[in-house]
């Protein structure tokens, strides 16, 4: 078995997020989960950090600390998308209010004092939303840029195409001068467009196989993805839906599962018209250095088995 992985979380739950916190949490022999960080995206941050203290709770793993973090882009007003996830950002099932509190401290000061406290290059950034929270700690404490192990983010489109504008992915257009401080950092990173995301997508069987478990945390996933397909599959015409967010923790556990190439990948955040693109050089026709590693595929049946077989385990 790999050794065990320290990474930190940062989410706007959102119902693939709260799947790919299940996966995460689901998987103590491979990862350590040392704090999920939260940040407004999907819906606005106080309903992002209710969402997030929930399924941590789902999760039964009261030992993962949660944190409220930034509540708007660095510059820019805040862009939602309760017309996908709901008005609660978690819709599909009501698991009521928290039993847990968020831990007292700033998510960004959490991922500072993190970074500065583990050993360098141990820990990974699992990013799951916008990037305000990991751009502000860039930002405010540079040092910890050279400890960060690796970044292993959901964001950015290709030859998919955006999903808020015809140029921009959700999690870089919200907040595209935070994607480019992160793209630009140096950091090594794993890109998870949704060139690979639209590929993970969810079947009937699957659902259904899950809500067989007969398990609370199977039953969520059914009812989150039951609601959560029903935006997408309308909009792209398709049996299921996109599980964005678990890829992000799938690859950490099997990246055998996904293949991509490593190319110069560069955020867009002057033009009205293309604003939060992800310029990425696949055919590499520039001479711009490589700097992320753009997975444009995955094994659908191998991300399925593994996602069922943890979710089991809860
Ligand atoms: O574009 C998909 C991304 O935006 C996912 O992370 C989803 O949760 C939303 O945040
Ligand atoms: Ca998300």
Sequence with gaps: ???????????????????????????????????VTVVAGNVPLPLTVRNALNVVGLSGRQDVPVFAGCDRPLHRESVTAEEVHGATGLDGIDL????????????????????????????????????????????????IIARVKRIV??????????????AAEFNIYVDPEAADIVFRSGVDLVVLPLDVTHKALTSRAWIEGLRALGTRAGAAVAAWTDFFERYD?????????PLHDPCVIAW??????????????????????TLGMTVADWWRVTKRAPNALFIGSVDRDGFYALLTERIARL
């Design 1 to 35: 078995m790999a050794e065990q992985q320290k990474i930190i979380i940062d989410t706007d739950p959102g119902q693939d997020d709260a799947v790919a916190i299940l996966l995460a949490l689901a998987s103590p022999g491979e990862l350590q989960v040392l704090g």
């Design 96 to 143: 009521g209010e928290p039993a847990l509190t968020a831990a007292p401290g700033h998510g960004v000061d959490f991922i500072i004092d993190t970074l500065r406290r583990e050993e360098t290059g141990t820990v990974t950034l699992c990013t799951l939303g916008p990037l305000t929270n990991i751009a502000t700690a860039f930002t405010r404490a540079p040092d």
């Design 153 to 166: 983010l959901m964001g950015g489109a290709l030859f998919e195409g955006g999903n808020v504008t015809p």
């Design 233 to 241: 599959t309308q909009k792209y015409g398709t049996e299921g839906a």
């Design 252 to 273: 950490m556990l099997r990246p055998d599962l996904f293949d991509g190439r490593f190319i110069n990948v560069e955020i867009e955040t002057q033009s009205a018209l």
